[in-house]
């Protein structure tokens, strides 16, 4: 009698720790079942169910349908999956952050380590002031590793944790349970991104014991409440539309059994057709100008064709769709490097080859007829080079020059173009020198882009400066306005030529020229033009591990690398100029920084006279400066537009001759 007693004690202790949820299950009822099209195929069951009023077994029956079907594809997650994967070793990064789920310590973003969110579980808990961090927190794909181990162990714990803090989350984030849960748990953006999540998760661990009929009925409900919200509070512009929009379709396509499912599907396509022509540029572009963020959006567009091609909806994206798609996918390489890094503009983070062929393969599978794009999806081992080296992306206001596709080529990224939104920094005239797979001045990045409500970020500020990218400043104030008018774009000649103007501050105009001489070397002139007056600035920070060492005697700056791949920058100014060392980061992930050199040359503007700066960047072979001879002609006055120079470099003569007016 007493062992009886002590298992029942047993049993009942279990139960109330959440070792098995059915004794404190919720009773189902029919509102339960409002979301859902019981006239759907496969629910002839659940319907005679419901239409008895025997509400559980409807809902056993629902639980039956969703375990068996198989028509219904996920991009990332199908229930169909388990098998192939049982068993299967998971990796140690995954298993840990299942395991530190399991105890509410959560990493919801990469840039951050994991918090401890507290054994009652505080969706509300903010441990650095950093928004994009709760936000990430309620996106909820950290879950995800719970899902991954679960399908590979089979392991218990892992599919009742999901649902004990799945319910804890629907629980404490009602609408309206907070003043700001609209920046934050329902932002439509954010809502969306975990009917994403959400809809990979469910087949992920459908069949556990512990996905109960009841279970089921609250994830539907949330679910459609969830979708609704999305589709009535779009954001009005930006990517964040784009993807409210994919995630829409992904919830009408993945749970077309409930009622609103066709709205959904037809409300992200509707939207998307409608973005692509309005956020995509006419030379490919998407319109944020961030080559991240634009890679982000091909993958949007390109897994709503997915989608819809699963869904046999394909028809409703028309050809001018996904011909802008290709165009998308072609810009990148006109604005990447021979390795598929590129700039860091606009608040992008640092890729690298492998993750960029993955990309690029994909890509190909769509455009099987692209040659261009067969060749960057093999590594240049099949398909056709571009059938051309300098190239410009006029509309994003993207130029390159290069003299090569392979990694010994000389390449420089420039950005001049337009204002944008969002993701933009005021940074015209920056460029980028790549020359033989050494990125000699990368784009600072961002390190950090979101504030927390009005409070300012120091660190996003300084990222997103004038002063930290390769351009000119007025007193080192960011620049007021980014707005590039090109005059020359000559390529194809030497030299080849970029020169535009900038209404960068009030009363100032900065001209910019960049003449890419012999496919060798560059020479950058810059023109301040007006009546503003104050303390003049061109700013050059190099990689972090270059060594770089500037001399104040001559205005020159070098690189030291023991592999003798170097850059030579030399100020060729005549007028009085200083170098200064200026402090200097560079960010290539989220919340990682590095200090790096960088130097400024410095002039006083005190009239209305037009001041310049003539710089040469040569990159040279060793551990010597090249022996470089400049001889300024007749003629040759930079502050009223007049470039006559002779460059002998090594024995090797260019005369460089140009009226910079327009």
Known sequence: MFNLIKRSLVFVALALCGGNAFAQEPVITKKDFEPINLSYPGLEKTNQFFLAGNYKSAANELLKYYRNRSGVKHLDFNAGDAQKFAGKKVDQNTLNLANDILQHKFKPHKGYPAFDYGKDINWQYRPVQDQLLTTFLHRTAFWESLGIVYRSTGDEQYAREWVFELRDWIKKNKQGAYPDDKDYA????????????????????????????????????????????????????????????????????????????????????????????????????????????????????????????????????????????????????????????????????????ATMLKSYKSWAKVFPGNKVIEYYATDGASGKQPDYQSSSLPDAGFYAFRNGWDAKATVMQIKAGPPASFHAHPDNGNFVIWVKGRDFTPDAGSFVYANVGNQENAKRDWYRSTKAHQTLTLDNQNMVITKAAVQKWETGKNPEMLSYTNPSYDNLTHQRTFLFIAQSYFLIVDRAIGTAKGNLGIHYALKEDSKATGNADNNSITTNYADGNNLLIQLLNKDKVTLKEEESFVSYQYQKETARPAFVFEKSKTDNNTQSFVSLLYPYQGSSVPNIKITENTGHDPAVGKIDITITVNGKTNHIKQDLNP
């Open 186 to 353: 329902w932002k439509a953006f954010v809502v969306s991104f975990r009917l994403n999540h959400w809809s990979g998760y469910f087949n992920l661990f459908q069949n556990s014991s512990n996905f109960t009929p009841a279970f089921l009925m609250e994830f539907l409900s949330s679910y459609n409440e969830q979708a609704s919200y999305v589709m009535a509070n779009y954001t009005d512009i930006g990517n964040h539309r784009l993807y409210e929009a994919l995630h829409l379709m992904y919830a009408g396509s993945t749970f077309p059994e409930m009622k609103a499912a066709a709205a959904w599907r037809k409300s992200g396509i509707a939207v998307l057709n409608e973005e692509i022509a309005k956020q995509v540029l006419p030379d490919g572009v998407q319109f944020e100008l961030s080559p991240s963020y634009h890679i982000g959006s091909i993958k949007i567009f390109m897994d709503a064709l997915q989608i819809a091609q699963m869904n046999g909806a394909e028809k409703e994206f028309p050809v001018s769709y996904r011909n802008l798609v290709e165009k998308m996918v072609m810009a990148i390489g006109k604005y990447s490097f021979p390795d598929y890094t590129f700039p860091l503009y606009g608040n992008s983070f640092l890729t690298n080859k």
